[in-house]
């Protein structure tokens, strides 16, 4: 395997020979690895293959799909509402979506849907793939249905209909779609290469993604009512689809956002630097502290873990990533190991984006590991 290009100053010496060792033993294809310390890039690290089919290498400006890590660019767009105050958290999401009330859904609020306790974690009607990138149709199924428990009591993780729940708020406050609101506010000012909805242009960057093994699990074997299967193959979503243009295109706010390391550490920056991005402020403070307001502390319906939910991310969760430690951290991963971590603490981020999927939806052992290269150096 091809040495690692990009930049990592010494003190993370140990972080590079980790992600090397791990592509010179074929853990990992192609990778990329960013560290942002007190506003510094202190590693923007890249290298493998991006293409297993062609051999094509993975450069500085190889993207991927992130998969879950898309909810924390969501984030930021519905924390920039708040920020404006055009959106409340302590809402009634009908305040801004009337026909979400139905069924119900009147005591669902916008912090239960940032938090993943909104009771609304899939689509009770069978959908496809197509029928999801339809987001503004998708959206609307979702405000006609019953919601699977009481909202607010306890979690249910939104894997792939988030996007759908906040883009249609944000399209309904703002006029435009989750996918321009993000370009518009965010990557376009930072001049960041991270896409929710990409154009054509970058599909020849784009590195497709190498699934997992096959899973043992036998699905059949679970009451086909039950909120995981019903959150997790309504609709079935293969990785194999990940570079379809249609895909792509689609705006999937909660799964298909397309972005490298550095572009995600430098979005994801501005919370651990109090709003603030090459002197521009982006959030106040006190939007950011909102993160930190637990909506869920306990065993998720749909992960099957204990995890602690704040607004829009994840909050220190030992049994899910013990290598986060505890302190003003907020973080989020994707399917197969993409992960970020905002410190505020140490005013840090670190983004890790990949093409080898790990088999777990949290907790993927490579990224653990970067991680605690990462914090032993900083911390010692």
């Known amino acids: 395997m091809a040495p690692l290009r990009g930049v990592c100053v010494p003190r993370y010496g140990e972080v590079r020979k980790l992600l090397q060792g791990n592509m010179d033993a074929g853990l990992e294809v192609g990778a990329s690895l960013c560290l942002i310390v007190d506003g510094e890039v202190e590693i923007d690290l890249w290298g493998g293959v991006a293409d297993i089919e062609t051999g094509r290498e993975w450069a500085q400006d190889t993207v991927t799909n992130t998969y879950s890590l898309t909810k924390t660019m969501t984030a ?12 409340n958290l302590d809402a009634p999401v009908s305040t801004y979506w009337p026909e979400f009330a139905a069924e119900g859904k009147q005591s669902v609020l916008v912090r239960h849907i940032l938090g993943h306790t909104s009771g609304v974690c899939g689509w009770e009607q069978r959908v496809s793939v197509t029928d999801i990138y339809d987001t503004q149709s998708a959206a609307s ?24 729940l906040i883009g249609e708020i944000v399209r309904l406050i703002t006029g435009r779609t989750l996918g321009e609101v993000f370009a518009e506010e965010f990557a376009g000012p930072m001049c960041e290469d991270y ?38 193959t309504n609709p079935a979503m293969p990785t194999s689809i990940s570079t379809d243009r249609d ?49 869920a502390d306990g065993v998720d319906r749909v992960l099957g873990t204990h995890i602690r939910f704040g607004v ?49 939806l949290v907790g993927a052992p490579n990224v653990n590991g970067y991680l605690d290269a990462v914090y032993a150096a900083i911390d010692n």
């Open 312 to 360: 829009g991310y994840g909050l220190p969760s030992p049994d899910s990533m013990p290598s986060i430690p505890d302190g003003r951290i907020c973080w989020w991963t994707g399917y197969g190991g993409s992960l970020v971590i905002n410190d505020l603490d140490r005013r840090m981020t670190m983004a890790f984006v990949m093409n080898k999927m790990a088999p777990q």
């Open 141 to 164: 199924l979702l405000a006609a249905q019953a919601p699977w428990w009481t909202p607010g009591e306890g979690s249910g993780y939104q894997a792939l209909n988030h996007g759908h």
């Open 76 to 87: 930021l767009v519905a924390l920039l509402l708040v920020e404006r105050g055009q959106l």
């Open 247 to 295: 895909f792509l295109a689609a705006e999937i706010g909660a799964a298909n956002g397309q972005g490298n390391a550095h572009s995600v550490a430098r979005l994801q920056s501005l919370i651990s630097h109090d709003g603030v991005v090459d002197g521009r402020k982006y959030l106040s403070p006190s939007t950011i502290e909102r993160i930190f307001e637990v909506q």
């Open 195 to 232: 896409w929710i909805g990409t154009p054509p242009d970058i599909d020849a960057r784009v590195a497709p993604l190498i699934p997992p093994p096959p899973s043992e699990f036998d699905f059949s074997a679970l009451p086909p009512e039950g909120v995981f299967v019903k959150t997790m």
